[in-house]
């Protein structure tokens, strides 16, 4: 079954404002993982983040994670053109995918 | 350049026909793995293995076999290919003994286009 499921699947803002997109999962996790997809390309491991942590940063990204709601969220600030790529969500003990957010931020 | 390099990057066949996609990586990672991504971007397990050993098998046809030489390669031959094969075909990689929960690291693909 798919463990990782994102929202919305696709997202078009202007450079320089926030973007948010969230995941939901089944079953219970050790940790959900957020990857990055630039078109014609390999995903990228943006981050990691542990069942029993709540919240995380990297750089301008930060990931929340409800294990009550099963769901993540990955919020991008200020934006730029070269945040432009696919966004996946990753979790349970296969590393299931969904089919990623793509995130479109105009210049 | 410390990566996960995959082999061809496009491969265009005919139906019927066998075809293999070789994977390599040099990060010393004890764990790699295949997974297909449709055209609809939805990324799926097929195989992983560990220390040469496989732990993940996924419902994959038969036609569809994986093979281990040492735990810095992994290849992926297919036989016999059909319309539905399809895709494109990433390895990857981890740390972590087998279990799915350390970072992915990926190559750039495979496109495998069946006419």
């Known amino acids: 079954s798919q463990q990782g499921e994102e929202d919305p699947q696709a997202l078009s803002i202007q450079e320089g404002e926030n973007a948010t997109m969230n995941c939901s999962y089944k079953t219970s996790i050790n940790n959900l993982q957020w990857y990055r997809q630039n078109s014609g390309r390999g995903l990228v491991h943006l981050i990691l983040i542990r069942s029993n942590e709540r919240e995380k940063h990297s750089g301008r990204l930060r990931v929340t994670l409800d294990t009550s709601k099963k769901s993540s969220s990955l919020l991008i600030t200020a934006s730029r053109a070269a945040d432009t790529a696919s966004y996946f969500c990753a979790a349970g003990s296969k590393l299931t995918f969904g089919k990623g957010i793509t995130l479109s931020v105009r210049p | 350049d410390t990566a996960v390099s995959q082999t061809p990057k496009y491969l265009v066949t005919q139906m019927g026909n066998d075809k293999s996609i070789k994977c390599e990586q040099n990060l010393g990672h004890d764990t790699m793995y295949w997974y297909k991504q449709d055209s609809k971007k939805f990324l799926k397990i097929m195989f992983s293995?560990?220390?040469?050993?496989?732990?993940i098998n996924e419902t994959v046809p038969n036609r569809f076999s994986p093979k281990s030489p040492d735990k810095a390669h992994l290849n992926l031959h297919i036989n016999s290919l059909e319309l539905g094969d399809s895709a494109v075909y990433f390895c990857?990689?981890?740390?972590?003994?087998?279990?799915?929960?350390?970072?992915?690291?990926f190559g750039n693909g495979t496109r495998l286009t069946v006419t």
């Open positions: 293995y560990n220390n040469k050993e496989l732990i």
């Open positions: 990857a990689s981890s740390q972590g003994g087998g279990r799915v929960n350390s970072p992915l690291h």
